[in-house]
C-alpha cells in the first residue's frame, strides 16, 4: 500500500458510520429516515459543527433524497420537541432555509410527517411506529457522541476550538 492509501485507508477508519437520527417505516413500505452522515466543513471552526444528513423518504408516490444540514441549536430544539411532544402537536427539524421535516402526532398514534423543500419537493407521509419517541432520543444520543460539538461561540460571530475537542 502506497502511503497515500494508506492516509486515506486512516480518515475512512476515523470517520464515524452514517447513523440514522430519525427513521420512522412501516410494513407498507412508507418511511423517512434522517441519515446523520459527516461533518460539512471538518476543521473549519464556522462549517464544523454543521452535519449534512440525507433525508430519505418514501411511499408509493414518491422515492427522494434530500439534503438537510443541522446545526448544534437543531438538535438541540429535535430533543426538547421530542420531550414535549403529545397528541395534537407537531415536532420540526431543519427549516431556517432549507428543507424541513414536520412530524404531527395524532390521538390514535399516527404521524404526519411532512417534508418541505422550498426548491423540490413537500409530501406528506403517515405511519403509525409505536413507541419511537424512547428509540428516537437513543438516535440523538450516538449522533452526538459520534459528532460531538466541538466549536464554542466566544461572542456573537467568533468562535474557537472548544478544550474537549477530539484531534
Known amino acids: 500500500m502506497c502511503p497515500h492509501q494508506r492516509t486515506k485507508a486512516r480518515n475512512f477508519m476515523t ?5 440514522d437520527l430519525i427513521h ?3 410494513p407498507d413500505g412508507n418511511s423517512c429516515i434522517v441519515r446523520v452522515t459527516r461533518r460539512l466543513q471538518p476543521g473549519v471552526l464556522t462549517g464544523h459543527d454543521i452535519l449534512h444528513a440525507d433525508v430519505l423518504a418514501s411511499a408509493s408516490f414518491v422515492d427522494a433524497r434530500l439534503d438537510l444540514f443541522l446545526l448544534p441549536h437543531d ?4 430533543e426538547q420537541q421530542l420531550s414535549n411532544l403529545r397528541p395534537g402537536q407537531t415536532a420540526s427539524i431543519g427549516g431556517d432555509s432549507g428543507l424541513s ?6 390521538e390514535d ?6 417534508v418541505s423543500d422550498p426548491d423540490r419537493l413537500t409530501a406528506v407521509l403517515g405511519t403509525r411506529p409505536g413507541d419511537w419517541i424512547t428509540e428516537h432520543r437513543g438516535r440523538l444520543e450516538q449522533v452526538r457522541l459520534a459528532w460531538p460539538r466541538e466549536v464554542i461561540e466566544t461572542a456573537p460571530g467568533a468562535y474557537e476550538w472548544s478544550p474537549n475537542r477530539k484531534r
Open 101 to 106: 421535516l414536520d412530524i404531527q402526532m395524532h
Open 109 to 114: 398514534g399516527w404521524l404526519s410527517i411532512q
Open 24 to 26: 420512522l417505516a412501516d
Open 75 to 78: 438538535l438541540d430544539s429535535w
Open 15 to 19: 470517520e464515524p458510520a452514517p447513523i
